[in-house]
């Protein structure tokens, strides 16, 4: 079975770091676009950030560029997210995804979210 | 940035109702549109993927159409565990965005 499984989310001041991790099974890990999502409380999904099989095509969400890094190693199947300066507006579950790229776009599977909160 | 906007916010259909959710965006793009349920802030799945493939596994009352500007998810003969929040979503173009989202309660 294919499965996600998010890592890393907590507690955290305002302008502080963290460093998500997103273990991948099931599926051919360096064949496959990545992505994260994120959910703020009572509010919907918004896109954060997504990266190619080799790393070297990233995108982000403008309200995260210069402060948020997307990463992957391959050889460990996983897949990061590295949160610095981080706001009270990033409090979040944050979900990562299998981006799908043909025949057009879309994110399966999805894991089950860690949640991030940052305190101001 | 490509706004989508939902419609309505909230649904509460009857047990075997038709069901249409629509989904109007700022401008228009092709193809890249996808529909995800989400029950009880559980992680969201696929329920269409390219405007109106059906994702493997997803029941076939569930249906999506659309181009342009405008795109509707629909779902035939609504039943209890349809009860969730349904987003759709462009990836044509960055940033990626959703619409606000659509709350389906069953009576």
């Known amino acids: 079975d294919v499965q996600l499984v998010e890592s890393g989310g907590g507690l955290v001041q305002s302008g502080g770091s963290l460093r998500l991790s997103c273990a991948a099974s099931?599926?051919?890990?360096?064949?496959?676009?990545m992505t994260w999502v994120r959910q703020a409380p009572g509010k919907g999904l918004e896109w954060v950030a997504n990266?190619?099989?080799?790393?070297?095509?990233?995108n982000y969400v403008d309200s995260v560029k210069g402060r948020f890094t997307i990463s992957r190693d391959n050889a460990k199947n996983s897949l990061y997210l590295q949160m610095n300066s981080l706001r009270a507006e990033d409090t979040a579950i944050y979900y990562c995804?299998?981006?799908?790229?043909?025949?057009?776009?879309?994110?399966?599977?999805w894991g089950q979210g860690t949640q991030v909160t940052v305190s101001s | 940035d490509i706004q989508l906007t939902q419609s309505p916010s909230f649904l509460s259909p009857s047990v075997g109702d038709r069901v249409t959710i629509t989904c109007r965006a700022s401008q228009p793009f092709s193809s890249y549109l996808a529909w995800y349920q989400q029950k009880s802030r559980k992680a969201p799945n696929v329920l269409i993927y390219?405007?109106?493939t059906l994702q493997s596994g997803v029941p076939s009352r569930f249906s999506g159409s659309g181009l342009g500007t405008e795109f509707t998810l629909t779902i035939d003969s609504v039943q209890p565990e349809d009860s969730a929040v349904y987003y759709c979503?462009?990836?044509?173009?960055?940033?990626?965005?959703f619409g606000q989202g659509t709350k389906l309660e069953v009576k």
């Open positions: 390219s405007v109106s």
């Open positions: 099931g599926f051919i890990f360096r064949e496959s676009w």
């Open positions: 990266i190619n099989q080799d790393g070297n095509e990233r």
């Open positions: 979503q462009q990836l044509f173009i960055y940033p990626w965005t």
């Open positions: 995804a299998k981006l799908v790229r043909y025949p057009t776009n879309w994110f399966d599977p």
